[in-house]
């Protein structure tokens, strides 16, 4: 049974969770985070631009980025524009200063990739469960981040972290595991159990948020405060950037965008719920729609893959389409929703669903319009489709070590136990 809890007047709120702002280290990483992002932002940038854009004071940023040259995480380059004078030194990451494994966490598989400090992958490697026990996923993904150092030759000294995502409830900030509807594992400490055998440091979130860092740190959410990403495929995910701040919600149980409610009579979801959005836009949901189709005789062809679903409705089925035209409808429906909640500057969809192009995305954009709030002006918010890639897991999974390195102390939560020395 579901338990509302209603309290008047908190005691338990812990109004002291940040470290106060007299702390001269606290300011000292912001400063020092605020600098090194502002450098990957640019490429490559003169010391005097980062002052003026940071507004730090020059000696502030001379010390910084001398301690960042000593680490070895940026370098100087002497490639500035000689308009007259002495070519301004230039400073840009050193991408080889550091590396990062980010791993995605399969049903059946785990996918790994090496990747430099920019989330370029240099690696990877893939390695399939003989079963879905606890000893062999944790063998299988230390086997898997030990192949990729070891044939790459890396030294562990210069790996600043594991990151790992998949599908789940997960509480980050412990690396607990909370609930994996694929493997039935609740309350696992998987953090704790990789980190001690692997000694590195160790985070864990759910697939869709490392997808949301990559966004905030390398892609379209790139200094955006406020935006959304939603993914679509095996089933619909959401991940929420508030302030600057990915949002987890209590005990990392936000953004589960497709079991919110479409229709209460609707199909059976997997969840155990009727309607969710999920039953009307998943891969298995659009699937299950054209195999009744066909056994009822209005489809031409049975499909078994999502693959061939799109391709008879790009030659034309009218079956096949109105499946992609009812989904875009719907999950219109859903993001209506979402900008009459949030107000995003930016919505990102993205996933293995988005090859379904404009069979599903002009319903989806309609749909938007006809639901969403009159006065909300949701032609000013971008809503940006992602073209597929399939190395974005694992580079999100990277990028939950890497927004350690580039986000401010005061926009991370924290995990405990893990401290990456840079
Ligand atoms: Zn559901």
Request: net charge negative; hydrophobic share 40%.
């Amino acid at each position: 049974m579901l338990y509302i809890k209603v309290t008047l007047f908190s005691e338990e709120r812990n109004y002291m969770a940040k470290p106060p702002l007299g702390n001269r280290t606290l300011i000292r990483a912001i400063n020092r985070s605020a600098v090194l992002n502002m450098i990957k932002t640019h490429g490559s940038i003169a010391r005097t631009d980062i002052a003026q854009f940071t507004g730090l004071s020059a000696a502030t940023v001379t010390g910084i980025t001398a301690e960042l040259i000593e680490r070895g995480l940026i370098i100087e380059k002497e490639e500035g524009d000689s308009s007259g004078g002495r070519r301004p030194i230039l400073l840009a990451i050193n991408p080889s200063g550091g590396y990062v494994i980010g791993i995605k966490l399969m049903e059946h598989q785990v996918i790994g990739a090496l990747t430099d400090l920019e989330a370029t992958i240099i690696a990877k490697h893939i390695e399939k469960f003989p079963d879905h026990s606890l000893g062999t996923i944790t063998d299988t993904l230390v086997g898997v981040i030990d192949k990729l150092l070891l044939d790459m030759d890396i030294d562990k000294a210069k790996l600043f972290g594991v990151g790992i995502g998949l599908a789940g409830i997960i509480d980050a900030k412990k690396g607990n595991l909370r609930y994996s509807p694929i493997f039935g594992f609740r309350d696992v400490p998987l953090g704790k159990l990789l980190r001690t055998r692997l000694e590195v440091p160790v985070f864990i979130d759910n697939d869709v948020n490392t997808l949301t860092l990559t966004e905030q740190l390398f892609g379209s959410g790139q200094g955006i405060d406020n935006f959304i990403t939603i993914t679509i495929g095996r089933g619909v995910g959401m991940g929420i950037v508030v302030n600057g701040q990915l949002y987890r919600g209590a005990n990392g149980g936000a953004g589960e965008f497709g079991h919110t409610v479409i229709d209460p009579e609707g199909p059976p979801c997997a969840c155990g719920k009727r309607g969710c959005l999920e039953t009307y836009v998943s891969d298995p949901a659009l699937l299950k729609m054209a195999l009744k189709a066909f056994s009822d005789g209005e489809m031409t062809e049975e499909v078994r893959t999502i693959e061939e679903l799109n391709a008879l409705a790009q030659v034309g089925d009218h079956t096949a389409r109105a499946i992609f035209k009812q989904a875009g409808e719907k999950l219109g429906i859903g993001i209506a929703n979402l900008f009459n909640i949030f107000s995003p500057q930016e919505i990102i969809i993205s996933g293995e669903g988005v090859r379904a192009g404009e069979l599903l995305f002009e319903p989806m954009r309609a749909s938007i319009e006809q639901h969403v709030m009159p006065g909300l002006d949701v032609q000013d918010a971008v809503i940006r489709i992602d073209v597929w890639d399939d190395d974005v897991w694992a580079r999100g999974a990277a990028s939950l070590v890497l927004q350690e390195v580039f986000n401010s102390p005061l926009n991370i939560e924290k995990t405990e136990d893990n401290v990456i020395a840079f």
